[in-house]
């Protein structure tokens, strides 16, 4: 194999990973807000910690999304756990405008990008894998 191809085949595996990343994060964070809602009607939360329960179910879904998109990239997990995230907004957003005639501006807006954004940084960080060790530079 040649390097061209091997490159085009990592490239098909990073691409592969950051969209199964994507609609892993979308998954999770759909699972976290339907027990937030289980939890707001049973009571256990106030209807006052919806932007607290958002943020925190963009942050959890895009870190598990972000770490299954790292798994494929053997170089910059940061940049493939950002671009999880980044997909899992765009996800949202087109799931949001399917759902509702028009896009609305609020605080939610700013909310959900940075915490799909900071999920998958933190995935990229902490998702590193092995890093390999430096041969000792010997002293003559």
Do not use: H
Not at 28 to 57: F, H, R
Not at 98 to 118: H, K, N, R, W, Y
């Amino acid at each position: 194999m040649s390097k061209a191809e091997a490159q085009g085949t990592n490239a098909v595996q990073m691409a592969t990973g950051v969209a199964l990343g994507g609609l892993l994060a979308l998954g999770l964070e759909l699972i976290i807000l339907l027990l937030g809602a289980v939890a707001v009607s049973n009571g256990i939360l106030n209807m006052d910690a919806a932007p607290q329960l958002t943020a925190a179910a963009c942050v959890l879904g895009c870190f598990g999304g972000g770490l299954l998109a790292c798994a494929k990239w053997k170089t910059r997990r940061l940049v493939g756990g950002l671009a999880t995230g980044a997909v899992c907004y765009l996800l949202i957003v087109a799931v949001g405008l399917l759902m509702s005639d028009g896009l609305t501006l609020g605080v939610q807006t700013l909310i959900e990008p940075a915490g799909c954004l900071c999920g998958g940084a933190l995935a990229g960080i902490l998702g590193g894998g092995k890093r390999k060790k430096r041969a000792a530079v010997r002293k003559k």
